[in-house]
């Protein structure tokens, strides 16, 4: 049985396929001296218009370097099927030939017969092919697509099954890795997903019924939910005394892993066990998860309409206010807006044609006694966050807004305020962060022909150790509020901020 | 099937069984509107010397307070069988009777005559018992232990398997429990554990067996690595439309759980699976593993020290110093040791009669040319960073310093220095943290005859958000200062400290 460790390049989710010099060094050092057989160490592709990086394109003078730190073990790249032809091959295999063992095609069943072409293509050029096929778990009895594996023998070094979606159980894998070797004879490989704490499990089950070769990441790393932990396979075969391993490597090889993996906390949750259990694609997953503030309940919303194959529950009344106001007050999330809110209210009496708009409704019980209109961004799972604020919604007199149609993230509409939910006709001063919070709010602003914004509650954070979903809101926060500058409306904060914007303090307004 | 929630109880060796009463409250009114049957509230038990708190002697206050806050589940405590006698019940079931359906017995098989008595005891109250039979990976072939099962019919509601070392691969529980199937006609049940990620793998291995009822835990909130998550078992029932799922419910109680999550960070790691790969117990390694400032490798020699019945590697001769030192420097790891080492080099030099004791070899290098004599304290992993830090030892002219004999946690002595390696008789002025560098540090000096001990390098932690490392380093360093402190030897920092120690700066000495 052979391992395969493709944490540079499953991993590469994470970092954008970026990794610290000092760790790729301890990367391979440390497989010197593990029994892994081989090591994936990222993708080689055509340009892409978003930034990629190092461990994306894999450029000739990293090759180089790799092959100074890596003697003993056998290399491998990854390319995506759908992106390479057969006419690409020239540039995307350039200066591979003599370091690079083995190439793997990531593979959509889907287009089999355009993949085939390619691994001839491959194959030809003196490079070991491996076919990596996706979504097996929906193929396991397809005996039309199965049938076509058979034109793999004598071209696939081996064939590996990815359980794409993370949703398979031991049984299933079983099955599967059977019914495949009815009609391929090479070596069949197995790349598990953790979604449901599965990956190990599945692993075995796939040894069992005759798999090869295993694919394994550090820690798991590696997009989503991740994959089969490096350290877990080896410290269990280990105990069966099936290889030697010198655990002071692999546990300083662990070690000096922790921190990526304090920053982008990878691993399975709830939402990333619904998508498993429903066979959904982890994608969207992933990014809402990591990137951005959405609670699980809203993802999980989102990941029901995908399944039900909704983009969302409902079309809303278009929001066409009748009514303009020459100041709008932003509330967000932050502590400030509570601890200052009397100087708000004091300063919201002496303004004068203002509304309020709450871009998240959490500090919005303590300006329940403010009498202007007040709307309420309700994206995701605001409208939960709304009923237990106030109390099942029975005194409720704001307007809900939620973003434009079709929505991809599902929002939860509360029965009771049915009838005062609208949604925005476009999301305009931005090209980005369209679905939230305070894009919602900055384009309820517009609507409402503000001609000063003055944000409240939008502290911004301090601590140096900020997790991916603060920085990630910052960013997008920060991206907004200069998208909206653009509109030369009057931005403002009334309290203090973290963000590049202007301040105003609320004391010497009032 | 059956899912009894144990979160309360198995939770509990995190938090000392003390949770925050919102967070019980979100517990219990989530499980209200979540499909499982049982919920195990924690442990009844006679008093013990150290501090546990509230669901580990569930008072009946707070068994009154339950009883409020669940209407619609059965209710279970559990019971250490080998710290409870027949003789004891009256005192323990005390309150219990009417809302407590099910007392669970934890008991070793070795003791399951006595558990047997304790039980019909139990039984004869009116209460219905189950019997969790631990370690049941050793006895899966043992037809002498399986024989006596046959006396549980008629009088345990069901026998709980429990996966103590988390070891077990899917077929082994198969095994099992077909093989106790065929001695006992009671329910079954299963308790994993996820120190190979294998909980979930071998609990639907179970139910396949026959097993009727599951032990889970939210977010697999557990001892040591951990249980079955509660929301991923629930997920997949779902998602086979096994069972109604109210994910909006199970969500929020997830994100409600997450604090004591990132607080805790339990779950499995290297030192859990190597434990469950060899079938050592937990307790230690859970010790080691979230209370101390071990690294893994320095955990899993302790372990392979364990796994070969070895106390420690070998006996050193014992530090019996022909010198003595009225000032002793200790260095401790902190970055001041670095920015200020020019200064306390002079103040060395100026100094006279004086040695170094590295308490961590982390700033060692650093005072390489510093020419009075040096120690170094050796525990744990220190040899491997010694060898890193002074390129493999060629020019070590110090001497290392190992805690008494015999040695739980396992110490690497690099071959090179193997003769300039003691061991302390004993630790005398502390009676904890025997084990910790700076117990080595301090208890050295003492042994030199120290009249003045000068920190460097102790600047402790500022961050508000302390892991539960660093907590529990700071609360270590400060009680064994403050233990050293009745000696009466003077003991000062020269450089900035967030400990209770008297600063005297260095550059005001120099």
């Known amino acids: 049985m052979k391992v395969l460790d493709c944490t540079l390049r499953d991993g590469g989710y994470y970092t954008n396929w970026d990794f610290d010099g000092e760790l790729v060094q301890k990367y391979f050092s440390s497989f010197e001296k593990l029994p892994v057989d081989y090591l994936e160490i990222g993708y080689r592709s055509l340009p892409e218009k978003e930034y990629r990086g190092r461990f994306y394109y894999l450029p000739n003078f990293v090759i180089d370097e790799i092959t100074q730190l890596s003697k003993n073990k056998l290399l491998a790249i990854m390319l995506n099927e759908k992106s390479v032809q057969p006419k690409n091959l020239d540039k995307i295999l350039d200066g591979l030939a003599p370091v690079i063992s083995l190439i793997r095609l990531a593979v959509d069943p889907k287009n ?20 990596n096929l996706m979504y097996m778990s929906k193929y396991a009895n397809d005996e039309s697509f199965l049938g076509k594996l058979s034109s793999l023998n004598g071209l696939a070094s081996y064939v590996n099954m990815v359980d794409s979606y993370g949703g398979m159980v031991p049984e299933q894998v079983k099955i ?3 019914n495949v070797k009815s009609y391929c004879r090479e070596a069949i490989g197995f790349h598990p997903h953790n979604n449901m704490e599965l990956a190990f499990a599945n692993s075995l089950a796939a040894i069992d019924a005759g ?72 994608k969207d997953v992933m990014e809402w998860v ?51 809110a009397d100087a708000i209210k004091r300063f919201i009496d002496k303004l004068g044609n203002v509304c309020v708009i709450h871009a998240s409704s959490k500090n919005a019980k303590k300006y329940d006694d403010v009498e202007v209109p007040q709307y309420f961004c309700l994206v995701g799972n605001e409208g939960h966050r709304l009923e237990v604020t106030f109390q099942q919604l029975e005194h409720f007199y704001g307007q809900c807004i939620l973003p434009p149609y079709p929505r991809k993230m599902g929002t939860y509409i509360p029965e009771r305020i049915k009838n005062s939910c609208y949604e925005l006709e476009d999301i305009l001063f931005t090209n980005k962060y369209k679905d939230a919070h305070t894009a919602l709010a900055l384009q309820t602003a517009l609507n409402l022909s503000a001609k000063q914004v003055f944000l409240v ?22 991206y907004l509020f ?23 303090s609320v004391y010497e307004m009032i």
Chains 1, 2 share one sequence.
Request: aromatic residues 10%; proline residues 3%; glycine residues 8%.
């Open 211 to 282: 798999c090869e070769i295993v694919d394994t990441t550090v820690m798991g790393m590696g997009r989503g939910a991740g994959n089969l932990r490096t350290e877990l396979l080896l410290t269990y075969m280990a105990s069966k005394n099936k290889l030697e391993l010198d655990f002071n490597v692999l546990a300083s090889l662990i070690e000096a892993w922790m921190p990526l993996y304090r920053k982008y906390e990878w691993g399975t949750n709830l939402p990333y066990m619904f998508s498993g259990g429903n066979s959904l694609p982890q």
């Open 290 to 340: 990591s990137q951005r503030f959405y609670s699980y309940n809203c993802i999980i919303q989102a990941l029901h309409n995908q399944k039900s194959g909704e983009a969302d529950n409902i079309r809303l009344p278009v929001f066409n206010p009748n009514k303009s106001f020459d100041n709008v007050i932003v509330v967000g999330g932050g502590p400030s807006a509570i601890l200052h």
């Open 457 to 478: 509650g939008y502290d911004g954070y301090t601590n140096e150790a900020m997790t991916m979903r603060e920085q990630g809101l910052v960013n997008e926060n920060e």
């Open 482 to 504: 200069s998208s909206f500058q653009k509109t030369k409306i009057d931005l403002v904060s009334l309290l203090q901020t973290n963000y590049s914007i202007r301040i105003n």
């Open 112 to 131: 089999f017969d355009s993949a085939l072409l390619l691994g001839e293509a491959i194959r030809k050029r003196g490079f070991d092919v491996a076919f």
């Open 176 to 178: 599967l890795i059977h």
